[in-house]
């Protein structure tokens, strides 16, 4: 599949906390951009990283980019009940084609 | 600005019959993309139009098409429809391509 991975699949936590998503791909990239999906929705863009950075922060999103590793992480800081969602990575490799991951779904427990 | 507007919001089809799906995308957006999305295979690409011309193409049969007209809106058709189309289908416009797209709320269909 060209489909990245993501782990974990699904992630619950308490409101406050922080919330780690992960994010493999296969082949290189251009660049990789995080969304958020709330329940069967569009999707809404939060984020872009360039292969060329290592970090981006957003607020109290914070993405890195390891392309040796070829990972990406996603960290949600202080965490509330509305960021309860399923979150997809994904990534552009060129050709007008993106490629999106399986996703995280993500619950907050308020 | 209005947002990538698709409709309609809810399908439901028989097997067999072909359905036409319709998304405007964000004005002065030339790029409009489209994505299957199932509970079992995830985001799936469709394809990609630029300017009334398709950039890429992902892994679907012939029964899938699409076309963008010169207004930049776009149409997705699915003929001979089977229960595995069954899935939300979404629209996503960006200026040129990317890398930021706009989703559309997209259209649910169901095929029965």
């Known amino acids: 599949s060209q489909q990245g991975e993501e782990d974990p699949q699904a992630l619950s936590i308490q409101e406050g906390e922080n919330a780690t998503m992960n994010c493999s791909y296969k082949?290189?990239?251009?660049?990789l951009q995080w969304y958020r999906q709330n329940s069967g929705r569009g999707l809404v863009h939060l984020i872009l990283?360039?292969?060329?950075?290592r970090e981006k922060h957003s607020g109290r999103l914070r993405v890195t980019l390891d392309t040796s590793k070829k990972s990406s992480s996603l960290l949600i800081t202080a965490s509330r009940a509305a960021d309860t969602a399923s979150y997809f990575c994904?990534?552009?490799?060129?050709?007008?084609?993106?490629?999106f991951g399986a996703g995280t779904r993500l619950f907050v427990k308020a | 600005k209005a947002g990538v507007t698709q409709t309609p919001r809810y399908l439901i089809k028989t097997r067999g019959q072909q359905v036409t799906l319709s998304c405007s995308p964000i004005?002065?957006?030339?790029?409009v993309s489209w994505y299957q999305q199932t509970p079992g295979q995830g985001l799936q690409f469709l394809f990609e139009?630029?300017?009334?011309?398709?950039?890429n193409k992902g892994n679907f049969p012939g029964r899938f098409s699409g076309r963008q007209f010169s207004n930049s809106r776009s149409e997705m058709n699915v003929s001979t429809l089977e229960l595995g189309d069954s899935a939300l289908y979404l629209c996503?416009?960006?200026?040129?391509?990317?890398?930021?797209?706009?989703f559309g709320q997209g259209t649910r269909l169901t095929v029965v």
């Open positions: 994904a990534r552009n490799t060129g050709g007008f084609k993106t490629i």
């Open positions: 996503a416009s960006s200026l040129e391509y990317g890398p930021e797209a706009f």
């Open positions: 004005s002065g957006h030339r790029s």
């Open positions: 139009y630029f300017s009334e011309t398709q950039r």
């Open positions: 990283i360039r292969s060329n950075e």
């Open positions: 082949t290189s990239i251009n660049n």
